[in-house]
């Protein structure tokens, strides 16, 4: 199960983190993978990885806050690789301006647009560009999002990230209707928060990392492995019937809100008790 032999996958954001892992995971199902991401030392490192498991690797340093980057990688992509299975649209995240994040009276201009510019019109046309090669070769394909838990549950003092990663997941939705006819399926993963670089700051203690576990019936972090992993299965042929969905991958996260507000409705408890 879960064959990628012959398969040509782009992954952005690889150069580290859940992107790296991804790319990993599907070059030991047997696909050749094209890396994207800003830091070319990253992506060669990478690299390294993917063709030590007897597979094909390209680098493409690419900034994918850049519309015209972004469309040009999948261009040369195509060129490079032949054709395109599979779009993993990782790159993301936010604190690029001033405004970016905090409360959302705090929002500015700025941040917004380079919120979006990242978050949403990055991914939107990577797969618009990526689905009309996916078109002509005529065999389908697939098209990952990796959007974010805050899109799908309010997100104090990061609602503009996530209403930018909403706005994907609605997209996700969009483009697999609009693109199943052609046999090419558009999916998600909302990851809760995944011990990487961009989050240690919030777990750089044992009591932090303890701390933030227990948000999660499973009791542990998240790691980079774990979405791999789902994005192995959605991206595969055993997926071929799953379109146009947003897989939460979060350690029971969602399970643990629903039974406290629950708990909450029925016998009121202090603000800070929390399950």
Known sequence: ????????????????????????????????????????????????????????????PTNMSDLDQGERLIDTAKEA?????????NAGGGDMAPGSFGPLDETTPEGFDAIYRLNVRSPLFAS?????????????????????IDGLFPAPTEGLYGSAKAALVSLTASMAVELGRHKIRVNA?????IDTKMVSDWIRTDEQRIDRAS??????????????AAAVYLCSQE??????????????QKATSD????VRGHNPVPESTRL
């Open 81 to 89: 690789m032949g054709q395109i299975d599979v779009l993993v649209n």
């Open 1 to 60: 199960m879960f064959s990628y032999e012959g398969k040509k996958a782009i992954v952005t954001g690889a150069g580290r983190g859940i992107g790296r892992a991804i790319a990993l995971a599907f070059a030991r199902q047997g696909a050749d993978v094209t890396l994207a991401a800003r830091s070319e030392g990253e992506l060669e490192q990478v690299a390294g990885e993917v063709r030590t498991l007897g597979q094909q690797a390209w680098v493409i």
């Open 215 to 228: 948000f999660y019936p499973i009791n542990r972090l998240g790691l980079p492995e774990d979405i791999a």
């Open 189 to 193: 993963i909302a990851p809760a928060l």
């Open 239 to 252: 997926a071929e019937w799953v379109s146009g969905e947003t897989l939460l991958v979060a350690g029971g």
């Open 128 to 148: 618009i560009r990526a689905a009309k090669y996916m078109v002509e070769q005529g065999d389908g394909g697939c098209i990952l999002n990796i959007v974010s």
């Open 259 to 262: 039974i406290f507000r629950w």
